[in-house]
T-cell receptor, first 115, second 112 residues
Framework: GENVEQHPSTLSVQEGDSAVIKCTYSDSASNYFPWYKQELGKGPQLIID?????GEKKDQRIAVTLNKTAKHFSLHITETQPEDSAVYFC??????????????FGTGTRLTIIP | ETGVTQSPTHLIKTRGQQVTLRCSSQ?????VSWYQQALGQGPQFIFQ???????GRGNFPPRFSGLQFPNYSSELNVNALELDDSALYLCASSPRFHYEQYFGPGTRLTVT
């Protein structure tokens, strides 16, 4: 089955700097890669996703890149703000025209923004 | 538009007991997935329901079972609770033919 590895497990950056979180996956058939943000006591919140037919996607300060050949994808957060502090999870899935079944998650990155 | 809701928020059970967790999917979402998140770990897929039938299952024993109702809400049942079942149980809903899954706040289950 799919295996997703995520690095680093913890990351501290100065407010205003950029943060990068990296994930690798094992199943070459995976074609959908979402990123979730989880704040304390809350469920994961979908913040951005990418499908295998594109190499990069951007939404304001957040961007995701995908390298299918190397089987890795990354989350980039620019101009970080204190409210970006949370645990971030990457995930991978083999999706079909009917939708998405099982998401396989990484182990998470605790991001701390230092004011 | 109401998001995914789950009940109860917290639950304490004794080893060997049975528990039922509930989930109401987001409006218009007919697919519900359940995940288990142990402390400090990523969520792990338990199973998914579509049209009241199980549509995929992860590596969980049969004592984990579920239901989906005509209004797309869902239940997760766990029998013969073990200490290792202590976790945050997350429900996610999605519209059919869409990739995105949207999570509820979870139910924190503690087994003593």
């Amino acid at each position: 089955g799919e295996n997703v590895e995520q690095h680093p497990s913890t990351l501290s950056v100065q407010e205003g700097d950029s943060a990068v979180i990296k994930c690798t996956y094992s199943d070459s058939a995976s074609n959908y890669f979402p990123w979730y943000k989880q704040e304390l006591g809350k469920g994961p919140q979908l913040i951005i996703d990418i499908r295998s037919n594109v190499g990069e996607k951007k939404d304001q300060r957040i961007a995701v890149t995908l390298n299918k050949t190397a089987k890795h994808f990354s989350l980039h957060i620019t101009e970080t703000q204190p409210e970006d502090s949370a645990v971030y999870f990457c995930a991978a899935s083999r999706s079909s025209n009917f939708g998405n079944e099982k998401l396989t998650f990484g182990t998470g990155t605790r991001l701390t923004i230092i004011p | 538009e109401t998001g995914v809701t789950q009940s109860p928020t917290h639950l304490i059970k004794t080893r060997g007991q049975q528990v039922t967790l509930r989930c109401s999917s987001q409006s218009g979402h007919n697919t519900v997935s359940w995940y288990q998140q142990a402390l400090g770990q990523g969520p792990q897929f338990i199973f998914q329901y579509y049209r009241e039938e199980e549509n995929g299952r992860g590596n969980f024993p049969p004592r984990f079972s579920g239901l989906q109702f005509p209004n797309y809400s869902s239940e997760l049942n766990v029998n013969a609770l073990e200490l290792d079942d202590s976790a945050l149980y997350l429900c996610a809903s999605s519209p059919r033919f869409h990739y995105e899954q949207y999570f509820g706040p979870g139910t924190r289950l503690t087994v003593t």
